[in-house]
């Protein structure tokens, strides 16, 4: 298996583990409320990103296939990797 992928485990897996607790979360303590855990996935199951409508033309797949390989801690959105392109999204 990759680096890359070890480190994402690690991050994912901290993300993870401050949203769930055994009784009360770190997120809980922290915000006062239960984070919503409906966008979890599995780690390296199969996810497609969809491409904006400026970068597709007409007969252009409008999502591309990739590895979910965690989450983002900015922003409300998962981290990808496309396999096609070797690159993350």
């Given at each position: 298996?990759?680096t890359?992928?070890l480190?994402?485990?690690?991050?994912?897996?901290?993300?993870i583990?401050?949203?769930?607790g055994e009784?009360?979360s770190?997120?809980g303590?922290?915000?006062?409320?239960k984070?919503?855990?409906?966008?979890?996935?599995?780690?390296g199951?199969l996810?497609?990103?969809?491409?904006?409508?400026?970068?597709?033309?007409?007969?252009?797949?409008?999502s591309?296939?990739?590895i979910?390989?965690?989450?983002?801690?900015e922003e409300?959105?998962c981290?990808?990797?496309?396999?096609?392109?070797?690159?993350?999204?």
């Amino acid at each position: 298996m990759p680096t890359f992928y070890l480190v994402e485990m690690v991050w994912t897996a901290a993300y993870i583990q401050n949203r769930i607790g055994e009784r009360v979360s770190a997120h809980g303590l922290y915000f006062g409320w239960k984070p919503n855990l409906r966008h979890l996935r599995a780690f390296g199951s199969l996810a497609y990103v969809h491409i904006p409508d400026e970068k597709w033309r007409n007969l252009d797949l409008m999502s591309e296939k990739c590895i979910l390989v965690g989450y983002s801690h900015e922003e409300k959105r998962c981290k990808c990797y496309k396999t096609l392109r070797n690159k993350f999204e």
